[in-house]
C-alpha cells in the first residue's frame, strides 16, 4: 500500500476499550502526514532537479558530441588539404624539372647546330680561299706565259698564309665555352 499524506489522515482505527488515546493517535498520524507530505514534495523537488539536470547532461553530451566530430572533421580536412599540397607540389617540381631538362636539351642542340654551322663555314672558307688561290695562280702563270716572250724566268709568287682578320670577337674562345 502506498502511503499519501491524505491516506495517513484520514486512516481510521477500530475502538476498543483498552485501545489508544484516540486524540494521541490523530495528533501523531497528522504530525507523520504532514512529514510525509514534506518528504513527498522534497522528493517531487528532487525528481525535478535531476530531470532538468539530466535534460542538460544530455545537452551537453550531444554537443561534446558535436564538437568531436568537429574536430575529427577538422582533423581530417586538415590532412587531406596537407596531402593534397604535397601532391601538388610534387607535380610542379616534376613539371619543372622536365621544362628544365626541354630548355636544356633544346639550348644543347642548338649549340650543337652552331657549332656544325661555323665548321662547315670553317671549312667553306678554306675551300675559297684555296680556289681564290689556284684562280689567283693560274691567272698569274696565263699572265706570265703570255708576257714570256719577254722574259724567259718565271718569277716566283710570294704566297703567304692567310691571316685572320683581327676582330674583338675571340670566336674560337667562344666555341671552346660552347663545346
Known amino acids: 500500500m502506498k502511503?499519501?499524506?491524505?491516506s495517513i489522515k484520514s486512516q481510521e482505527f477500530n475502538?476498543?476499550?483498552r485501545g489508544y488515546d484516540i486524540e494521541e493517535v490523530t495528533i501523531f498520524l497528522e504530525s507523520l502526514s504532514d512529514e510525509v507530505e514534506k518528504l513527498q514534495a522534497e522528493n517531487e523537488s528532487f525528481k525535478?532537479?535531476?530531470?532538468?539536470?539530466?535534460?542538460?547532461?544530455?545537452?551537453f553530451k550531444k554537443i561534446e558530441k558535436t564538437l568531436q566530430n568537429t574536430l575529427l572533421n577538422a582533423q581530417e580536412s586538415t590532412t587531406k588539404t596537407v596531402e593534397t599540397t604535397k601532391r601538388q607540389t610534387a607535380l610542379l617540381i616534376k613539371e619543372a624539372e622536365l621544362k628544365a631538362s626541354q630548355i636544356i636539351n633544346t639550348a644543347k642542340d642548338e649549340a650543337d647546330t652552331y657549332r656544325s654551322t661555323i665548321l662547315k663555314l670553317r671549312e667553306e672558307k678554306s675551300l675559297l680561299i684555296a680556289q681564290i688561290r689556284a684562280v689567283v695562280d693560274s691567272q698569274a702563270e696565263l699572265l706570265l706565259r703570255s708576257s714570256g716572250a719577254v722574259k724567259t724566268e718565271r718569277p716566283q709568287i710570294?704566297?703567304?698564309e692567310p691571316k685572320e682578320p683581327k676582330t674583338d670577337v675571340n670566336v674560337?674562345?667562344?666555341?671552346?665555352?660552347?663545346l
Open 3 to 6: 502511503f499519501t499524506p491524505y
Open 15 to 17: 475502538k476498543n476499550m
Open 48 to 59: 525535478n532537479e535531476l530531470e532538468k539536470k539530466n535534460t542538460r547532461l544530455e545537452d
Open 158 to 160: 710570294k704566297r703567304e
Open 172 to 178: 674560337d674562345g667562344i666555341l671552346e665555352r660552347l
